[in-house]
């Protein structure tokens, strides 16, 4: 089995950051690319960034230059960085990973739970 668990949510002021974090656990042979999302009340859930296993990273446009994805491969963990946040960045963020599990032929999507960001003042 694998789950995959984030932290670092809450409540931020507008121009403030938060650091969301996800961890993968469970028989996990490798991890491909793991991802953001978040989904804002009726809105769809949209990617806001990725990262390769070898570290390359790509944003939504609505995030360059504030938003900062990384990982630790030891830690099988993903971590987004929030910085100038915005009321419009209120949403549930999800994580997901592409994570081939020990003695499985392929790689399947695993999803977190999500954690609620909100910016409000």
Not at 45 to 57: D, H, N, P
Not at 72 to 80: G, I, P, Q, S
Not at 96 to 108: D, E, F, R
Request: hydrophobic share 30%; net charge neutral.
């Amino acid at each position: 089995q694998v789950q995959l668990v984030e932290s670092g949510g809450g409540l931020v002021q507008p121009g403030g950051s938060l650091t969301l974090s996800c961890r993968a656990s469970g028989s996990i042979w490798s991890i491909n690319a793991m991802s953001w999302w978040r989904e804002a009340p009726g809105k769809e859930r949209e990617l806001v960034a990725s990262i390769t296993s070898g570290g390359s990273t790509d944003y939504a446009d609505s995030v360059k230059g504030r938003f900062t994805i990384s990982r630790d491969n030891a830690k099988n963990t993903v971590y987004l960085q929030m910085n100038s946040l915005k009321p419009e960045d209120t949403a549930v963020y999800y994580c997901n990973a592409n994570i081939h599990k020990i003695s499985a032929p392929n790689a399947y999507s695993y999803w977190g739970q999500g954690t609620q960001v909100t910016v409000s003042s």
